[in-house]
Each structure stands twice: as C-alpha cells, then as structure tokens.
C-alpha cells in the first residue's frame, strides 16, 4: 500500500533523500522518483491504478515529488481519503538558498551562461510565483496539518544532510517505521555524497539582500510556527 510521500521542498535535497532511501532493504518506491501524480489531473480509474501499483509491494513503499508540497487542500483531503495513515517527510533548506538554487535551475533550462542573466533578470525569477510558493514552507506545512496529524508530518532541515546525513536518515527511517541503519552502513550507502549539486555558483552580493528582504520575516514566523531555532538562517 501507499505507505509514504516525500513531499518537497524543490531543491531542499529530496533528490539525496531519495538515492538514500532508495537503498534501505524495507523500503520500496515502485514509480520511482518525482510520480507527480497528485499534481496532474486524476480521474478515479487513475488513482485506483496508481493505488494499485503500491499494493503489489509486499514492503514499505511511497515516493518523493517536491511538487507536492503546494497541493491544494481539496487534493490532500482526497489522499488522505485513500491513505489517512501516511507518513510524510517534508525537507526545509534557507529559503535564500532555496531561491537562488532554483534560479540557477531557471538558468540552466533557459540554456543560458550566469554571465548572460542581470540582476533584474534574477530577481524576477525571485519573485515570480513559483520561486516564492516554493519557498513558502509555513503555508505547505499549515496546509497539510490542516489535513494530516502533525504527529505523521516529519520535518528535516538540509543542513542535517550536510553536518549529520546519519542522524537525519535513521530519524527518517523511524518515522518510516523501518528499522534503522549504523552510521557504517550508511556511509557505505554513499550518505556524505551529494547528490544532483548544480553548478554551484555562489549567491552574487549584489542579491544577497534582495533575497534577505524577501524572505527576513517569513524566516522568523516559521521559526514559532515549527518552534525551531532558524537563527542561523537569518545570519548566513
């Protein structure tokens, strides 16, 4: 059955997530990658298929599609219809850094060199309604919870993947109800290589502050709202 989804945020590392997850023995993702079912119109037929192809998966078995984390309430309602127990995971990266990695995504899909794009061809692309409902976590979140029990909603911070890809996995596996892994086999498992970088490309000063005017204030009311300390996001 439909056990779990991964559910964003874009370029907060659900890429990595995946590639891990991928290689626990007790978890399985039968579409792989990015489904984007939930987002594309469905009819029942459609979702009975989709349903389907996760009960033939005798283990634990969901998938990850960042898009999902701007569902509306009507289409979590209907997933919750069909799964009210899922687990979700939900990864959170600095939404300045979020922001500039998508534009270098933008970037690169418009078949352009960083040299080509002004600093108004940038902040366009900060403050286009993608960019910022993408960076939008309290709004996913509060949306989600307004369906799900918070208790069934894991939130992981990308940092974690860099400083302690360890720890954060074997949370993740917890709240998956798989068991967990030693830190061996998950260094075995390649859990300190990143995954999907981009071009890496450092944050021009001249947007820095574009970027921390933007997202100032959002940083701190997710901080109450998640009771977590995001000081460092607001320093970096």
């Excluded at 059955?1 to 039968?30: D, V």
């Excluded at 078995?61 to 919750?80: D, R």
């Excluded at 918070?150 to 993947?161: G, N, P, S, Y």
Aim: proline residues 8%; glycine residues 6%.
């Amino acid at each position: 059955m439909l056990n779990f989804l991964g559910i964003g945020a874009q370029k907060a590392g659900t890429t990595w997530l995946y590639e891990q997850l991928n290689r626990h023995p007790q978890l399985a993702f039968p579409l792989g990658k990015e489904a984007h079912f939930w987002n594309r119109p469905h009819d029942p037929a459609a979702v009975a298929d989709y349903l389907a192809r996760f009960a033939q998966i005798p283990t634990t078995a969901g998938e990850i599609t960042p898009a999902y984390g701007m569902l509306p309430i009507e289409t979590i309602q209907e997933i919750h219809r069909h799964a009210p127990g899922l687990r979700l995971v939900y990864l959170i990266r600095n939404p300045v850094d979020r922001a500039w990695s998508s534009a270098l995504m933008a970037l690169q899909r418009a078949e352009m060199t960083l040299d080509e794009a002004s600093d108004p061809w940038f902040i366009d692309h900060f403050h286009s309604a993608g960019s910022r409902k993408r960076g939008d976590y309290q709004t996913c979140l509060r949306t989600w919870h307004a369906v799900f029990p918070a208790t069934q909603l894991l939130v992981l911070r990308f940092e974690q993947i860099l400083a302690e890809p360890e720890s954060l996995l074997n949370r993740c596996f917890q709240h998956l109800g798989v068991p967990p892994q030693t830190p061996e086999q998950l260094r075995q498992w390649d859990c300190r290589t990143p995954v999907f970088t981009g071009p890496g490309h450092a944050l021009r000063p001249s947007l820095k502050s574009v970027l921390q005017a933007m997202y100032q204030k959002p940083i701190e009311q997710l901080a109450t709202y998640l009771g977590m300390d995001l000081s460092a996001w607001l320093t970096s």
